[in-house]
């Protein structure tokens, strides 16, 4: 197992390598804006800092925690997660109501449940799949009941309305079931349940819908596409080797709220192609090592954990830069590590952490063995 504490730090490397590149594409791209509404250009630079200290020390210590930990609070952490779900469709704020402030709290910090409800969701799902293993190729008797815990969060958080991290988590729960040993075809049903509840969540919802036909249609939608289509024009404008650090012409107000949703498109105006891939190959290399630790974490629970933060991390990268780069219609979700916002940041560290404490935990095993099997020779 000591190759398992070897993955941990490419994977600790990496999540600090993307938050970096946060930092300074955060204060790059969001400078002209805080300056012209807040009359400081690093405002947006200083509060994300501050969630980076929070979110690193969050990290280390969530990778001391014992891996049995995890599976014994489990359901609890689950319980949480969906009274925070319910509480912010009655008390939420935002556009979309999907933030709970709270009261007497003078920082204005605000917290996003969803984002708290995708790991539980993996925790959740990693403990069951595995104190059910015996009876989850049963539908009725195994998977059914699982499925109604997913499928319940998925729909509290569509109904806020947040249709895009409801497919993310989705998408993390199909990934986790079918590595748990679920057949493929119950897998299949649920895919096909899920796309119906997608189809009626479409058909309910006017800026959802509209979403889809400014995708579909660009020209017929002008100003529904405006925001996919300024991206486009950073990431064409960025060439091979970007116009430089801090030269972003979107950033002008050109493109709105551009710390957040479409980072990326600013890691390709400044830095070209030569950048886009980097961010890509660092994203690629987390999926490998994550799901390196896994494999090699000597246990069913483990290896599900990893699995699942992996997937969490990745698919959520790979639908925002599906959308910067105009494959999907607008999501509204986050690039991990890298873009603007608190409970993002702070989730995916967390994830990180409880991944480094998989590779921990399979490492103390190691040599918890090695020690017996060495005492065992002794007294022979």
């Not at 997913?150 to 079918?178: E, F, H, K, R």
């Not at 551009?258 to 990326?264: A, E, G, L």
Request: with cysteine; aromatic share 10%.
């Amino acid at each position: 197992m000591v190759a398992v504490q070897r993955d941990s730090v490419p994977v600790l490397l990496i999540c600090l390598v993307l938050v970096g590149i946060g930092l300074v594409m955060v204060y790059s791209s969001s400078s002209v804006l805080a300056a012209v509404r807040f009359g400081d250009s690093s405002l947006f630079l200083k509060k994300q800092s501050i969630r980076v200290l929070i979110g690193i020390t969050l990290m280390l210590g969530l990778a001391q925690v014992p891996m049995h930990w995890w599976a014994r609070f489990s359901r609890l952490i689950m319980l949480l997660a969906f009274f925070l779900l319910l509480l912010v469709l009655a008390w939420g704020q935002g556009p979309a109501q999907r933030w709970l402030s709270f009261p007497g709290v003078s920082l204005g910090i605000a917290v996003q449940p969803s984002e708290f409800a995708k790991l539980a969701m993996v925790l959740y799902l990693a403990d069951v799949l595995v104190r059910k293993r015996d009876d989850i190729h049963r539908f009725r008797r195994g998977l059914l009941p699982r499925l109604l815990v997913v499928a319940s969060v998925l729909v509290l958080i569509a109904l806020q309305p947040d249709l895009g991290t409801a497919i993310a988590l989705g998408l993390i729960a199909l990934v986790m079931l079918w590595v748990g040993g679920v057949r493929l075809q119950h897998l299949a049903g649920a895919g096909l349940v899920a796309s119906l509840g997608i189809v009626l969540s479409l058909a309910t919802s006017r800026y959802q819908m509209q979403r889809l036909r400014s995708f579909i249609d660009p020209e017929g939608d002008p100003d529904g596409y405006y925001q996919v289509l300024q991206s486009l024009y950073g990431l064409g404008s960025g060439g091979f080797f970007g116009v430089g650090l801090g030269n972003s012409m979107q950033k002008e107000q050109y493109l709105p709220e551009p710390h957040t949703d479409f980072v990326f498109a600013f890691v390709g105006e400044e830095f070209g192609l030569v950048g886009t891939m980097v961010v890509l190959a660092l994203f690629a290399a987390f999926a490998f090592y994550g799901l390196r630790i896994g494999r090699e974490s000597g246990h069913a629970h483990g290896y599900l954990v990893a699995t699942g933060i992996t997937a969490m991390i990745s698919i959520y990268a790979l639908l925002n830069i599906g959308v910067a780069t105009g494959l999907l219609p607008t999501t509204g979700l986050p690039l991990p590590f890298v873009s603007y916002g608190g409970s993002s940041l702070m989730g995916n560290m967390a994830g990180v952490g409880i991944l480094l404490g998989v590779a921990r935990s399979a490492s103390a095993g190691s040599k918890r063995s090695g020690r017996n099997e060495r005492m065992v020779r002794a007294r022979r």
